[in-house]
């Protein structure tokens, strides 16, 4: 859907046409030779028709002079970087929207008294908001776990239909756990080991009461597993929604 190879570093995004509009709390993504992070805007096209997106002209802070500076790699690897980051903030967009409709109309009325979605998507603001400058790079990894754990207690707590009580006792804190419950219950969670695996190390231990600062790479590494943890949670609990309306 996104060719990487497209001529004139555009994109082009079919039946994708109109207004375009930028997701607050943009996608970070470091780039190789430079020790530095670069937020990527992510519009939402609507309509029918082609759309050609110019990606470059996305990333904030960048000129023409800026971008002739990088090597082909790197301008493919912001590339692909807005390929993935574009449907992993349009499916948490989509259910942003439904999640509007729920609380507004209290039905289903299980999601609407979901105890964690409103706390996960402050902290996926919060998370990338530290990631600008003055960076807090612990601040961000904190807050990208936080974000993660709470979009996997969601589907435990609104899909799965487990009490926060018993999420509590039984998962705590423990993200890894609770993707192994999830995982023999959803198709498609088994592909989320290696983002499960790096925010289960984002401890408190470690981004609250140690001396130790977290790289700034590391940091955006993490806020990217949260990510695709998240979207994966949104897009279940989407389909979870839409489900139970059929029924």
Not at 21 to 47: H, K, M, N, W
Not at 145 to 167: C, D, P, T, Y
Request: net charge negative.
């Amino acid at each position: 859907m996104f060719p990487s190879d497209t001529p004139n570093n555009q994109i082009q995004k079919t039946g994708a046409q109109g207004g375009v509009q930028a997701i607050a709390g943009t996608l970070a993504s470091d780039l190789e030779r430079l020790d530095d992070v670069y937020f990527i805007r992510i519009p939402i096209c609507f309509g029918a028709g082609p759309h050609r997106i110019e990606v470059m002209k996305l990333v904030e802070g960048f000129t023409p002079l800026t971008g002739s500076l990088f090597t082909g790699e790197e301008i493919r690897s912001i590339n692909r970087d807005f390929e993935e980051g574009y449907q992993l903030m349009l499916s948490i967009q989509n259910f942003q929207n439904l999640f509007n409709r729920v609380l507004s109309t209290k039905s289903p009325p299980r999601l609407a008294s979901d105890p964690y979605l409103i706390r996960a998507d402050r902290d996926r603001v919060i998370a990338g908001r530290s990631l600008t400058i003055p960076y807090d790079t612990n601040n961000s990894a904190f807050h990208s776990q936080q974000w993660a754990e709470k979009m996997l207690k969601s589907l435990l707590f609104s899909v799965e239909g487990i009490e926060e009580r018993s999420i509590k006792d039984d998962f705590y804190h423990e993200i890894f756990k609770i993707w192994n419950h999830l995982k023999t219950k959803h198709e498609g969670c088994v592909h989320l080991e290696n983002s499960i695996q790096a925010v289960s190390k984002v401890t408190m231990n470690r981004t609250r009461y140690s001396n130790e600062v977290i790289e700034l790479r590391e940091a955006v590494s993490i806020f990217w597993d949260s990510l695709r943890i998240s979207a994966y949670c949104a897009e279940n609990l989407k389909a979870h929604v839409q489900n139970s309306a059929v029924a």
